[in-house]
T-cell receptor, first 112, second 115 residues
C-alpha cells in the first residue's frame, strides 16, 4: 500500500482557513485520496475524496497536485468544532479491496 | 438511520476472560470493518467482511481474536482469553462498497479495559 506523510500537528485561529498537507510520493495511478477526521472520543468520519481533480463539498475542499504526489485538505473557515485528527489515506481503486490503512494523521488545534 | 451501533460502549474485564464485542452495521451496507485504536499503534484494521464473507483478516493479532458475521445485520469480535495488552477502543465501520464508492461510517466504539 502506498504511504502518506502528514505533519503531526497544526494550529489555526478560529474563522481562518486551514490547509492540511499530505505527501504521497509513491501514489499509483489508480489510488484514490481519502480524508477522514476523528473528533475527540468519536469514531472517524468521512470528509472528502478525489482522484485527480480538485473536489469541493460542504465540509471542505481537496486540492490535488498535478503530479498527484501531494494533496491539501482545505477547511475554509475553521471553527472550534473542527478540532480533530485528520487522516489522509490512499485506496487502490483497481484492487477490488475496500480497506484503508490509517496513518498517524494531523492533530488540528483551533484557537478561539 | 441510527448509524452503526456498537455494544457495549464500555467493557471492563479481567485477564483470561472472554470478551465479545457486537456491531450492527447500517442497513443496506455490504462491507463491515473492525478496527482497534491505541495510543501506541494508532488505528489498525483487524478484519473486514464483504457480503458477510471475511475478505482480509491479516490484521487480526493472533488466534485469541476471532470475528464472525452470521448475517448482514450483525457481527461479533471475540477475544478469548483476553489480556491487558488488548485494552483499546474497538471500532466497527460499515460501507456500501460498490465500484468507486466506499465511504466508511464508523460506530462510536467500544472501550475495552482488561485488568
Amino acid at each position: 500500500d502506498a504511504k502518506t506523510t502528514q505533519p503531526n500537528s497544526m494550529e489555526s485561529n478560529e474563522e481562518e482557513p486551514v490547509h492540511l498537507p499530505c505527501n504521497h510520493s509513491t501514489i499509483s495511478g489508480t489510488d484514490y485520496i481519502h480524508w477522514y477526521r476523528q473528533l475527540p472520543s468519536q469514531g472517524p468520519e468521512y470528509v472528502i475524496h478525489g482522484l485527480t481533480s480538485n473536489v469541493n463539498n460542504r465540509m471542505a475542499s481537496l486540492a490535488i497536485a498535478e503530479d498527484r504526489k501531494s494533496s491539501t485538505l482545505i477547511l475554509h473557515r475553521a471553527t472550534l468544532r473542527d478540532a480533530a485528527v485528520y487522516y489522509c489515506i490512499l485506496r487502490d481503486g483497481n484492487s477490488g479491496t475496500y480497506k484503508y490503512i490509517f496513518g498517524t494523521g494531523t492533530r488540528l488545534k483551533v484557537l478561539a | 438511520d441510527a448509524g452503526v451501533i456498537q455494544s457495549p460502549r464500555h467493557e471492563v474485564t479481567e485477564m483470561g476472560q472472554e470478551v465479545t464485542l457486537r456491531c450492527k452495521p447500517i442497513s443496506g451496507h455490504n462491507s463491515l470493518f473492525w478496527y482497534r485504536q491505541t495510543m501506541m499503534r494508532g488505528l489498525e484494521l483487524l478484519i473486514y467482511f464483504n457480503n458477510n464473507v471475511p475478505i482480509d483478516d491479516s490484521g487480526m493479532p493472533e488466534d485469541r481474536f476471532s470475528a464472525k458475521m452470521p448475517n448482514a445485520s450483525f457481527s461479533t469480535l471475540k477475544i478469548q482469553p483476553s489480556e491487558p495488552r488488548d485494552s483499546a477502543v474497538y471500532f466497527c465501520a460499515s460501507s456500501l462498497s460498490r465500484g468507486l464508492r466506499n465511504e466508511q461510517f464508523f460506530g462510536p466504539g467500544t472501550r475495552l479495559t482488561v485488568l
